[in-house]
């Protein structure tokens, strides 16, 4: 649906590959008919699969001749038995929502699709853990655990989309983020099919809060983006359901205000602060002049603040919020400022934040990066690069500059929109911003990975000796390279 | 000082121990003499190093004949290099305040320890992230921090002493895990000095909350007891320090109520429950007449509950706990119960539980187990263990059998307390104990770890292509084995 309002950077679609084909296995019939024989006829498409070859922004497209759609662990362990005796290289795919083109072939890859690894799901209401398949989408399991009194600790805009295999193995992060910890923080166990002769099962870490008997494999899997095995299975430890939630959005003048704004709302709303998020004005005028939704206030501000606050007793997060609201106005940190009680009141302001990635897209071709940074150059950049990119504005046909983000985590959204799809604009961008980035003790990666985009940039700022060690464990789990091959450690 | 005080196991030393020293050099004076060029003659330490070659507990010792007192990671990294080349094994040892003598040499292997690691300390306010070297004291870290209005997220009874780079190399646990997770939720970034040629100095992840550009090595080396390198900085997310704190100290009949008063614990007090911890009558016993700690109740309980519940704003902690109590006496789920509000005045309280590990050694020699289990057969390994028990009760000299520990975290420590120091106590318990915990899905380490004492039982019931990758992976970081031999998963 989101496919066809987006401009899509078709023309830049092979600016960030490798340009070699390894020599692994083109398919054969036989190989089909093996999978066929391991799967099920029904179960392996050669037809209809460019929803799976290509990603909903179609920024990436793979020439891949057949989607695989095993329905448990045993089968994907034999599925990936195979490719390795007959050398063929394997995609994994979740719910295909990623930005960097992690789960699209580079060439003619096999793409293993998690979407019908979806059997078991158990819920223990004393721990308040989850295990449950790698293919259940995130606002499914949110939908299963709110009859509970239960909600996940993650939250992201991609939620109606993406399965918690792909949320593991990308590290997502998301909204609550500054409340709840990245993945790291929750996740307790999982299985995954790793890339050996054997296709072995792994079943690392427990359905435990504490497990101290071996290295912790579980945590390496986190954010490996498919390098080291297929995540089948996985225990997550989930968080009460509130009963009272408040939401400001606010306007602010400058930067620096934004930043003893978030200070203050650390140690004022503590434990009940759950989001804290961030648009320009340049943001906020694409939200309302593309988008057409409404910003309450008289004009677009400077900056804009959407501030979330809940609480498991209903009343504690209205007056924790109110008092808060009242001490930035009495220092002077807000121009303006609406807020909120309840879960549908806060829709209205939360459709601001969440319809900016839209948003900038609808004026021309967007060229999209996800950084962190000390807050301190958190918008520096934005500044840095419009004073870069001032003299060449005209002729790469640069609209506007505008970031939007996760303030609370340093996770800044930074987009550059041009008339133009061209590959002038990233020759230029490139790799000064990246550079830059990590001069300032950034990452060029906060919360969308590495995959095919990021790949030729990753080492920049990295020791060599780590780099080889990161390589080596790749090696270790995947000794013939088959699973996701061409990106990130690979 | 506790020293003195605990009935040790003295004859039971070599009970758990590798009999066969591994052929590692010898050190000889030649070797010293380079130790001292690298790191000065004061800090080449040969005499007076007992408190070094032994636990507090005196259950372990070893017989190295030097340690070794570097300053900063270039000097650990010169000393690993030197070590590598002439094939030294060596011991990183942190607050030595470990329980299953993981820091403790097995031989004669050199001690390398971090008590002068402490030169770099910085905290930024607005992030909340600590950056610091490893051998900072966790109580240290937490006074510097409350001037900031900032806390540690982890506290365990060995604060006053263990440093935080031992914390994050055996994935501590402690009393405030249930409300801020453990070092994984916490820990962003660490630089490491591993066991190859170089002594190569590895710098992971980053002082950001997310960054995605690399496997995510930083949580490989959380609990990895010093066998992929020696961790020298680490950087690590604070909370907010709170202003109101209540503790409750409940009552309990049955385990059967002790478990809802936990479900309702989570949903009543929320994001503000900070602690769930749980003593059975025996521990109780112990506590009251070996300690003289008065226990507040009429008698002693079936069982007590220590609950603690903390919140940014003053009053939110003492209103919400007394809404839960009246709840759960209105549910009839606890007999008696006391609260207090306050910091100071919840001492009383805590000491009841800081208490039990110290008392429960003093009537006799303790066998002492750190656990996980689900909670539904949290205390059913006391009911079982004393079965199991009963009949060789009178000629194995068992005075007792309890446990206490961190019910919220399903993490029980189980005591067998006997008149003997024996073998035959260890020989009739393993390995039944292992396996029935591993039986029922539970952890034989929790938070304590593998270290000396659980190296053999480390494999109960897990993979060998695991096992495998785990023993690779230590390969990968330490190719000589030269750190922290013959204990977990070397």
Same mark, same amino acid.
């Given at each position: 649906?989101?496919?066809?309002?987006?401009?899509?950077?078709?023309?830049?679609?092979?600016?960030?590959?490798?340009?070699?084909? &390894?020599?692994?296995?083109?398919?054969?019939?036989?190989?089909?008919?093996?999978?066929?024989?391991?799967?099920?006829?029904?179960?392996?498409?050669?037809?209809?699969?460019? %929803?799976?070859?290509?990603?909903?922004?179609?920024?990436?497209?793979?020439?891949?001749?057949?989607?695989?759609?095993?329905?448990?662990?045993?089968?994907?362990?034999?599925?990936?038995?195979?490719?390795?005796?007959?050398?063929?290289?394997?995609?994994?795919?979740?719910?295909?929502?990623?930005?960097?083109?992690? *789960?699209?072939?580079? =060439?003619?890859?096999?793409?293993?699709?998690?979407?019908?690894?979806?059997?078991?799901?158990?819920?223990?209401?004393?721990?308040?853990?989850?295990?449950?398949?790698?293919?259940?989408?995130?606002?499914?399991? /949110?939908?299963?655990?709110?009859?509970?009194?239960?909600?996940?600790?993650?939250?992201?805009?991609?939620?109606?989309?993406?399965?918690?295999?792909?949320?593991?193995?990308?590290?997502?992060?998301? $909204?609550?983020?500054?409340?709840?910890?990245?993945?790291?923080?929750?996740?307790?166990?999982?299985?995954?099919?790793? #890339?050996?002769?054997?296709? *072995?099962?792994?079943?690392?870490?427990?359905?435990?809060?504490?497990?101290?008997?071996?290295?912790?494999?579980?945590?390496?899997?986190?954010?490996?983006?498919?390098?080291?095995? $297929?995540?089948?299975?996985?225990?997550?430890?989930?968080?009460?359901?509130?009963?009272?939630?408040?939401?400001?959005?606010?306007?602010?003048?400058?930067?620096?205000?934004?930043?003893?704004?978030?200070?203050?709302?650390?140690?004022?709303?503590?434990?009940?602060?759950? %989001?804290?998020?961030?648009?320009?004005?340049?943001?906020?005028?694409?939200? %309302?002049? =593309?988008?057409?939704?409404?910003?309450?206030?008289?004009?677009?501000?400077?900056?804009?603040?959407?501030?979330?606050?809940?609480?498991?007793?209903?009343?504690?997060?209205?007056?924790?919020?109110?008092?808060?609201?009242?001490?930035?106005?009495?220092?002077?940190?807000?121009?303006?400022?609406?807020?909120?009680?309840?879960?549908?009141?806060?829709?209205?302001?939360?459709?601001?934040?969440?319809?900016?990635?839209?948003?900038?897209?609808?004026?021309?071709?967007?060229?999209? +990066?996800?950084?962190?940074?000390?807050?301190?150059?958190?918008?520096?950049?934005?500044?840095?690069?419009?004073?870069?990119?001032?003299?060449? &504005?005209?002729?790469?046909?640069?609209? @506007?500059?505008?970031? +939007?983000?996760?303030?609370?985590? #340093? /996770?800044?959204?930074?987009?550059?929109?041009?008339?133009?799809?061209?590959?002038?604009?990233?020759? @230029?961008?490139?790799?000064?911003?990246?550079?830059? $980035?990590?001069?300032?003790?950034?990452?060029? %990666?906060?919360?969308? #990975?590495?995959?095919?985009?990021?790949?030729?940039?990753?080492?920049?700022?990295?020791?060599?000796?780590?780099?080889?060690?990161?390589?080596?464990?790749?090696?270790?789990?995947?000794?013939?390279?088959?699973?996701?091959?061409?990106?990130?450690?690979?």
């Amino acid at each position: 649906m989101l496919r066809n309002s987006v401009k899509s950077l078709l023309h830049l679609r092979n600016y960030h590959t490798v340009l070699k084909r &390894k020599a692994f296995k083109e398919l054969t019939n036989n190989d089909i008919n093996n999978f066929r024989k391991i799967i099920g006829d029904n179960y392996v498409k050669e037809k209809d699969i460019d %929803s799976y070859n290509e990603d909903w922004m179609k920024w990436y497209k793979g020439k891949s001749k057949c989607v695989l759609l095993p329905k448990c662990m045993e089968e994907i362990s034999e599925i990936v038995k195979y490719c390795y005796k007959e050398n063929i290289a394997i995609v994994p795919q979740s719910g295909n929502t990623g930005l960097v083109g992690g *789960s699209i072939p580079m =060439f003619d890859e096999t793409i293993l699709s998690l979407r019908r690894l979806r059997n078991n799901f158990t819920f223990d209401q004393t721990s308040g853990i989850v295990e449950c398949d790698a293919g259940f989408i995130l606002e499914e399991i /949110n939908d299963k655990l709110k009859e509970h009194g239960y909600m996940m600790p993650i939250d992201l805009g991609a939620k109606g989309s993406c399965f918690i295999g792909g949320n593991v193995a990308t590290c997502a992060g998301g $909204i609550r983020l500054i409340k709840f910890g990245n993945i790291h923080a929750n996740i307790l166990g999982l299985d995954a099919v790793i #890339g050996d002769k054997s296709g *072995s099962i792994l079943r690392m870490g427990s359905s435990l809060r504490k497990d101290n008997t071996d290295l912790h494999l579980t945590h390496l899997f986190v954010g490996s983006e498919g390098q080291l095995g $297929i995540i089948g299975n996985v225990k997550i430890l989930a968080v009460p359901y509130p009963n009272g939630i408040s939401t400001a959005l606010l306007s602010v003048n400058t930067f620096d205000e934004c930043k003893k704004v978030l200070q203050l709302a650390k140690t004022q709303l503590g434990e009940n602060l759950t %989001s804290f998020e961030f648009l320009d004005s340049d943001t906020l005028h694409c939200v %309302s002049e =593309f988008s057409k939704i409404p910003i309450p206030f008289n004009k677009i501000p400077q900056f804009a603040l959407v501030i979330e606050c809940a609480s498991s007793e209903k009343d504690t997060s209205s007056k924790k919020m109110e008092n808060f609201l009242s001490m930035c106005y009495d220092k002077n940190l807000v121009d303006d400022g609406i807020m909120t009680n309840g879960f549908n009141e806060g829709r209205g302001i939360w459709n601001i934040r969440e319809g900016a990635p839209l948003s900038v897209t609808k004026e021309g071709y967007v060229y999209k +990066y996800d950084m962190s940074l000390p807050i301190d150059y958190f918008y520096e950049l934005n500044n840095t690069m419009k004073k870069y990119l001032n003299d060449d &504005k005209e002729k790469l046909g640069i609209l @506007r500059i505008c970031s +939007y983000g996760h303030l609370g985590d #340093g /996770n800044v959204h930074f987009n550059i929109i041009s008339k133009h799809s061209t590959y002038d604009i990233y020759n @230029r961008v490139h790799p000064y911003i990246y550079k830059w $980035i990590v001069d300032h003790k950034g990452s060029i %990666s906060a919360e969308h #990975g590495i995959g095919q985009l990021k790949q030729k940039y990753m080492s920049i700022g990295k020791d060599s000796t780590q780099m080889s060690i990161s390589r080596s464990i790749k090696n270790l789990f995947d000794p013939k390279g088959i699973l996701n091959p061409y990106k990130f450690v690979n």
